[in-house]
């Protein structure tokens, strides 16, 4: 990325010398309405965006090298036609919404997410060459596609409100017979090509196409009831042709053809340029709810691609992320994934300030009911858990290991005791909550979902010969092996009871059960440990590479152990460095996690040497992550990494710049949102902080760990002495009403209040297949 200039800033203004600061500062969304012609240097978003583009002037392969497109619901992946690269391109349809609706085969066969099938543009000579950008800013792929009888110019989007895949072609003379070809998709589990099928398992009838009045539908029809249909239809203009394709879904009911056709009929009405407008608005409001910007190129560059990725994978009311996102590939897990990978791809949500994005939290409370039948039955008039894996309504249907797992009892095996997940799902909940501050969410999601998760631990919670409370055998994630007091469990009913406790009092409850919360944060079992840190649980000891760290979840995201004396931050660093010293089974989001740890202990280089071995060995050229199959959880949970450096406000502090590197010299973050409800503002120059802003949105307590050295100033929006006081350790405690702003600053200063782009240390290739 070029130097910026001092035109290219956002000025977030000063009552020291300068422009106005705190409550002048516009809102972010009202700068995406202004128009905005094809470049603005005076734009910081536009500044970073522009140089985070991805860039292909090679072929991609496979999904994981080519562009991508989505809206939370519709997803298109782009590359080369398999075994026919040089003939055709191909652009894959999928829809987060289309699944099976067989409970009788579980959640990887009868409920799994469906193939729907892909189109092919197919030109008249052999392609030689291509040039295409993913425009970030626009989140649109434009780009030429050369051949031996001429070129093909394009441009495509999938439209953020109509859900439309919009793909406008403009050929040469020589390519002006170029065509599309729609090829359905067998409608069958994808697990199909990797597992044994279910006894009784069959696939659904092939698709029917046919013509409705110049829009073209394939229709496919499901063996349980209802149908998904991908309608189409191709509009001309001189030499230019756009096709326009959506995809519904409906169950029980047909009715997903009526709607399909409805939509294609609308939306072909506009042109390309007319479907934009209303697509980049969207877009550029969204990007301009944050701002970031470090000296890595590679790294900044990857994190504003995640969030791309993310809106592009995620909405509230779209269903919580598959293992693949939207955009469905050949993987053994089709579906919902509860033991880590939901909780990693929303985490990015809470300091980018996207809590739009948030559906776990909607769907958790929306699907509430389903969670109490995944329990055994003598225990769902007061308990709920959520399964291994489930689909978008939370339902997991017949348990096994073949077709999907279930919750199981703690003490009996099979099936597997897994009982955790929907506590540490409801974790995200509570990051929501207090990111936010909204008590609605407190009250008639967490609260209530909470009290029954933790509810099934008690039953089974029972006093030893110690006179501790001890859990039964239960499974950590993916370890292998049952265990009693398993930490993975016995770290999220600590948790839990503490919420719980915290929450009622919040709410005003005197709750009947309050009484047994305490007595388990009194009387638990301790964390099982040995010489190399924290162990599986009591009867197993962590003695073998594994890449999931269910094993250390108090550390984090729980932060119930943070290291506050010398002996727990020796447990930590021996637990964190036994956990990744064991190669073999490591996996990305084992790299993702131990930056974030590392960063907890503010440990900067380590965050970034482990950021740099996810990039090296586990990235793909277009930011994409796989392993059997596509999993979209752990790029996404990089960027909560790069979060946790930049920010942490975990236990009521927030704390500024606390894991960064010597060689991020310069950074600039804004309207990072933190615990608390807190917008925070902070550049850094020259290694040191020269100025920290909150915005306060609810008015909670605030304390602030600032890093700016020596005595300050504390001042408000209009410049005015603010009262704080010392809350030690470097940070101070600072009475914010709602809607007020605090300005921290050397005392004596009058920095510089502008917010810009820094410049980048080194250069870094583009993510996507440059040639150089």
Not at 74 to 81: F, K, P, T, W
Not at 513 to 533: I, M, Q, S
Request: charged share 20%; hydrophobic share 40%; with cysteine.
């Amino acid at each position: 990325m070029p130097s910026p200039s001092r035109r290219t800033v956002l000025t977030t203004g000063s009552a020291l010398g300068g422009t106005l600061l705190a409550s002048r500062l516009p809102a972010p969304a009202a700068a995406a309405d202004r128009a905005e012609p094809a470049a603005h240097p005076s734009d910081p978003w536009r500044t970073v965006l522009d140089d985070a583009d991805l860039v292909w002037q090679r072929m991609p392969a496979a999904w994981y090298e080519g562009p991508f497109l989505g809206n939370g619901f519709l997803g298109s992946g782009i590359y080369a036609e398999p075994n026919a690269a040089s003939k055709a391109v191909r652009f894959n349809i999928q829809h987060s919404e289309v699944q099976d609706h067989r409970p009788e085969f579980g959640s990887l066969f009868g409920l799994a997410r469906l193939p729907i099938g892909y189109f092919t543009l197919e030109p008249v000579g052999t392609i030689t060459g291509l040039d295409w950008r993913l425009a970030l800013h626009d989140a649109e792929l434009t780009g030429t596609l050369t051949t031996d009888k001429g070129t093909l110019t394009l441009r495509a989007l999938v439209h953020n409100d109509r859900s439309v895949l919009a793909v406008e072609v403009t050929p040469s003379e020589g390519e002006r017979r170029f065509r599309w070809v729609f090829h359905p998709a067998d409608a069958i589990s994808p697990r199909a090509a990797f597992k044994p099928l279910p006894d009784g398992y069959q696939g659904n009838p092939p698709a029917e196409v046919a013509d409705h009045h110049g829009v073209t539908a394939a229709v496919q029809p499901l063996l349980a009831g209802g149908q998904h249909v991908t309608a189409w239809r191709e509009r001309g203009s001189g030499r230019t042709r756009t096709l326009y394709v959506h995809v519904a879904h409906s169950y029980p009911r047909t009715t997903a053809l009526g709607r399909a056709l409805k939509t294609i009929r609308s939306t072909a009405q506009l042109s390309y340029s007319a479907l934009a407008v209303s697509h980049r608005a969207w877009w550029h409001s969204y990007y301009r709810k944050s701002f970031l910007s470090v000296p890595d190129a590679r790294i900044q560059r990857f994190y504003w691609i995640q969030l791309y990725k993310a809106a592009s994978a995620a909405r509230r009311d779209a269903p919580v992320m598959a293992t693949s996102g939207p955009w469905l590939e050949p993987t053994p897990w089709p579906n919902t994934w509860w033991n880590l990978n939901a909780q990693l791809e929303y985490w990015l949500v809470h300091g980018s300030n996207h809590l739009e994005l948030d559906a776990i939290t909607r769907a958790l409370g929306e699907f509430r009911d389903n969670l109490a039948k995944e329990v055994a039955q003598p225990y769902r008039v007061d308990s709920l858990g959520i399964p291994r894996t489930t689909d978008p309504h939370l339902v997991n249907g017949a348990a096994g290991t073949l077709t999907g797992y279930g919750v199981g009892i703690p003490g009996q095996d099979p099936p597997t005791p897994e009982v955790g997940n929907l506590t540490w799902a409801l974790h995200n909940v509570w990051l929501s909550y207090r990111h936010t501050m909204d008590e609605s969410v407190l009250r008639d999601v967490l609260f209530p979902l909470l009290r029954k998760a933790i509810n099934y631990y008690l039953h089974f919670l029972e006093p030893g010969p110690d006179g501790r409370l001890h859990l039964p055998a239960t499974f950590s994630p993916e370890y292998g092996g049952d265990s009693r007091d398993c930490n993975y469990d016995l770290m999220l009913l600590t948790w839990g009871c503490r919420t719980l406790l915290e929450s009622a009092e919040l709410l005003g409850v005197d709750d009947p059960l309050a009484p047994r919360w305490r007595e388990v944060l009194t009387r638990r079992a301790p964390y099982p440990t040995d010489g190399n840190g924290f162990m599986i649980g009591a009867d197993i000891p962590f003695a073998k590479s594994h890449r999931h760290y269910s094993h250390l979840l108090a550390v984090y995201p729980l932060y119930e152990v943070t290291g506050r004396t010398p002996d727990e931050r020796a447990l930590i660093e021996r637990s964190l460095a036994h956990w990744v010293g064991f190669e073999g089974a490591l996996q990305g989001y084992t790299f993702t996690g131990a930056a974030s740890m590392s960063a907890l202990l503010g440990k900067g280089e380590d965050a970034l040497k482990y950021l740099g071995e996810l990039m090296t060995r586990f990235i793909r050229p277009n930011t994409m992550y796989q392993e059997s199959g596509p999993v979209i959880e752990t790029p996404l949970s990089a960027a909560q990494s790069l979060h946790d450096m930049i920010c942490q406000s975990w236990g009521g502090i927030i704390r500024v710049f606390p894991a960064l590197p010597t060689a991020w010299a310069d950074l600039t973050v804004h309207h990072f949102r933190t615990q608390g409800a807190f917008l925070l503002s902070a550049v850094r120059r020259g290694g040191t902080t020269h100025w920290v802003r909150l915005v306060s949105e609810a008015g909670a307590p605030c304390v602030v760990r600032h890093g700016i050295a020596g005595p300050v100033d504390v001042r408000d929006g209009r410049g005015r002495p603010l009262r704080h006081a010392d809350a030690g350790d470097g940070a101070l405690r600072i009475v914010l009403r709602k809607g007020e702003s605090a300005l921290i600053t050397a005392k004596g200063d009058r920095p510089d209040l502008t917010v810009a782009p820094v410049s980048p240390n080194g250069d870094a290739p583009r993510w996507g297949l440059p040639l150089t």
